[in-house]
């Protein structure tokens, strides 16, 4: 089975075009569409850390989209939906980008 045929949710991916001023400070972000329907599988992914006797779980949200995808750690998800179009969910950053075989996988962040 390839990667593409379990992709069966919808993301909404934006790109900040903000520049920088004269300083060199970072303007306010611009955020625009620049894939309004892409193809995705979401999941999350379970972390278990364990100090002493204490035992933290904490999970991130996985994602894997075509491998043809201009993605970077820059962009950022507005949506991601299931596909009956129910949201998942909403302002996921990116922290990592890795190139597979078939597909790229990013780990994800939730900004509330």
């Keep these: 089975m390839s990667a593409r045929s379990t992709m069966t949710s919808r993301a909404v991916l934006q790109r900040d075009?903000?520049?920088?001023?004269p300083y060199g400070h970072k303007s306010p972000a611009i955020?625009?569409?620049i894939y309004s329907n892409l193809p995705c599988r979401v999941w999350?992914?379970?972390d278990r850390k364990i100090y002493g006797t204490l035992i933290i779980e904490a999970g991130s949200p996985m994602m894997i989209v075509p491998k043809s995808?201009?993605?970077t750690i820059d962009d950022r998800f507005e949506t991601?939906?299931?596909r009956v179009?129910?949201?998942l969910?909403?302002?996921?950053?990116?922290?990592?980008v890795v190139n597979r075989k078939d597909h790229k996988e990013l780990r994800l962040k939730k900004i509330v």
């Design 69 to 71: 995808t201009d993605v």
């Design 31 to 33: 955020w625009r569409t």
């Design 17 to 21: 075009y903000a520049g920088v001023d």
């Design 80 to 82: 991601v939906m299931d």
């Design 44 to 46: 999350e992914s379970s």
């Design 85 to 87: 179009g129910t949201e």
């Design 89 to 96: 969910y909403k302002n996921l950053y990116i922290e990592s």
